[in-house]
């Protein structure tokens, strides 16, 4: 089942800062977060896995509760490049060790001036 | 440019044309990944292959999509008969294998995609 993300869309000024939510009703093993504009692929942004290993961003943080099955992407400073669709990917572990994404309901966040 | 490329970015057809797209993976990466994204949505998994063997096909992928990786580098997309709902980005996706030296990696690094029009 595709996790809920929150909020649906969010407008910033420069320098603000945001975060977004994402919820699962499944376990997690792990959350990958991306950002994309529009027309372009998803570009990676961070990855926590259970267990708490996190790897990703140094301008971007993010936590993990596995026992709420959620995940929270935090933006601070925000620049105008921050500009696009966010969307998380809960990890579910394949037949010879790969990893399905399953994308969240995305949010679209603008960042002005 | 040593990302992941897909060709062709667009491409237009006519209800009832077959039509293939390929994946060119990161060298490196032995496994690959197909998923669709419809506008305002998410990318939804289609099918994954490791090295050439498709290991897992979603639901999503009814009969008339066929996936290949010959020899595992490139893989190919086909869709025959398109109607109108195959409209779609559709995303390649590769990644490193666990234990490669650096240790276990997760990321799966995105292609452009190939957005393909059924009229």
């Known amino acids: 089942q595709q996790p809920v993300q929150s909020p649906q869309a969010v407008i910033l000024r420069e320098g603000e800062d945001a975060v977004i939510n994402c919820s699962s009703s499944k376990a997690l093993y792990s959350v990958h977060w991306y950002r994309q504009k529009h027309g372009e692929a998803p570009v990676f942004l961070m990855i926590l896995l259970k267990g708490g290993e996190q790897k990703g961003h140094d301008k971007i943080s993010a936590s993990f509760n596995e026992k709420k099955q959620q995940s929270s992407l935090y933006l601070t400073a925000s620049q105008l490049s921050y500009s696009g669709t966010y969307f998380c990917g809960t990890g579910h572990i394949l037949t010879g060790g790969g990893n399905k994404l399953t994308f969240g309901t995305g949010t679209q966040l603008k960042v002005e001036l | 440019d040593t990302g992941v490329s897909q060709n062709p970015r667009h491409k237009i057809t006519k209800r009832g044309q077959n039509v293939t797209f390929r994946c060119d993976p990161i060298?490196?990466?032995?496994?690959l990944y197909w998923y669709r994204q419809t506008l305002g949505q998410g990318p939804e998994f289609l099918t994954y292959?490791?090295?050439?063997?498709?290991?897992?096909k979603s639901r999503l992928l009814s009969d008339r999509f066929s996936a290949e990786r010959p020899k595992g580098s490139f893989s190919t997309l086909e869709i025959q008969r398109t109607e109108q709902g195959d409209s779609a980005m559709y995303l390649c996706a590769s990644r490193w294998d666990r234990g490669v030296a650096g240790g276990p990696r997760y990321e799966q690094f995105f292609g452009p995609g190939t957005r393909l029009t059924v009229l």
């Open positions: 060298s490196e990466h032995n496994r």
């Open positions: 292959f490791q090295n050439e063997a498709q290991l897992e």
